[in-house]
T-cell receptor, first 113, second 113 residues
């Protein structure tokens, strides 16, 4: 158990809908990272937050957004969902912005029908 | 330049054998190279990591070999066990910069008794 929690575990929704994925980092960790894992793209970095502020952006679509709250939990919002958005979404946390070890949560499996 | 190329895609090893997974990178700014292990239905978990100031790092049955001039690094699993059956990802990042991990495409290892 990494200490990172993610909810929900599974999410099934329809095209065009909007969903919110939630992540609670390990106690004391200030950085949160979001990754998307799909069969054809592997693990792709989406976005990083550090202590409430966006720090780095990766291959995140404009339909996706994220935020980190004062209690350090983070939410990833996915809107206008398409079939291709079906994937595993992982959150990882790390102690500080300039650290190495990222601890991954169990993931949220999103299925868009 | 941001890619990390990983091979093989899948690997079948007999119990007690040596499993070897290779990765190559292009960006010479990378200076942190972790390996993650992922079991089905779980998030990736850090297995072992290396920085380019050493050519080898060993932790138990797991060894990373690093060749800076060739821009290659590999994971060796000695005395492979059925419990090692999982997907292994290499990754790279600039440790004290943006921190985001660039992952290889993964290797599915199966160890048969």
């Amino acid at each position: 158990d990494s200490g990172v929690t993610q909810t929900p575990k599974h999410l099934i929704t329809a095209t065009g809908q909007r969903v919110t994925l939630r992540c609670s980092p390990r106690s004391g960790d200030l950085s949160v990272y979001w990754y998307q894992q799909s069969l054809d793209q592997g693990l792709q970095f989406l976005i990083q937050y550090y202590n409430g502020e966006e720090r780095a952006k990766g291959n995140i679509l404009e339909r996706f957004s994220a935020q980190q709250f004062p209690d350090l939990h983070s939410e990833l919002n996915l809107s206008s969902l398409e079939l291709g958005d079906s994937a595993l979404y992982f959150c990882a946390s790390a102690l500080a912005k300039s650290t190495d070890t990222q601890y991954f949560g169990p993931g949220t499996r999103l299925t868009v029908l | 330049q941001q890619q990390v190329k990983q091979s093989p895609q899948s690997l079948i090893v007999q119990k007690g054998g040596i499993s070897i997974i290779n990765c190559a990178y292009e960006n010479t700014a990378f200076d942190y190279f972790p390996w993650y292990q992922q079991f089905p239905g779980k998030g990736p978990a850090l297995l072992i990591a290396i920085r380019p100031d050493v050519s080898e790092k060993k932790e138990g049955r797991f060894t990373i070999s690093f060749n800076k001039s060739a821009k290659q690094f590999s994971l060796h699993i000695m005395d492979s066990q059925p419990g090692d059956s999982a997907t292994y990802f290499c990754a790279a990042s600039r440790a004290y910069n943006t921190d985001k991990l660039i992952f290889g495409t993964g290797t599915r290892l199966q160890v048969f008794p």
